[in-house]
């Protein structure tokens, strides 16, 4: 093999693997490239997980302020309730010693 043979075989490998390496970049870029409608799509849903994400939180804060609101409610009810109850224990109370004096009244009186 001369020098002029050598060359040209070196080219011709050269070329052939230039074109093998451009056909797999090719063939690369082919399946994976990403479609315009892929990058909408995309941009739909992290526009609606925003939207949902904000839900969320408005949601949160609404339940938070309600379980504060019944709470208070809650406290103020059970405040109502013993006032309640420590009058009725004082009616029973002087119901009972009103009873004691009629009955007293009438004993005296027999």
């Avoid at 690369?28 to 839900?55: C, G, K, N, P, S």
């Avoid at 109502?80 to 005296?108: N, P, T």
Wanted: proline letters at 0%.
């Amino acid at each position: 093999m001369n020098r002029t043979e050598f060359i040209l075989s070196t080219a011709a490998i050269l070329f052939v693997a230039f074109a093998v390496g451009w056909f797999a970049n090719w063939l690369v870029h082919r399946f994976t490239r990403v479609q315009q409608t892929d990058v909408a799509d995309l941009d739909r849903m992290a526009q609606e997980l925003h939207e949902a994400e904000e839900a969320r939180d408005q949601a949160i804060t609404y339940l938070q302020q309600r379980e504060s609101e019944l709470t208070n409610q809650l406290t103020q009810t059970e405040a109502e309730l013993r006032a309640a109850m420590e009058g009725l224990r004082d009616a029973r109370q002087e119901a009972e010693e009103l009873r004691a004096q009629l009955a007293q009244a009438r004993s005296g009186n027999a």
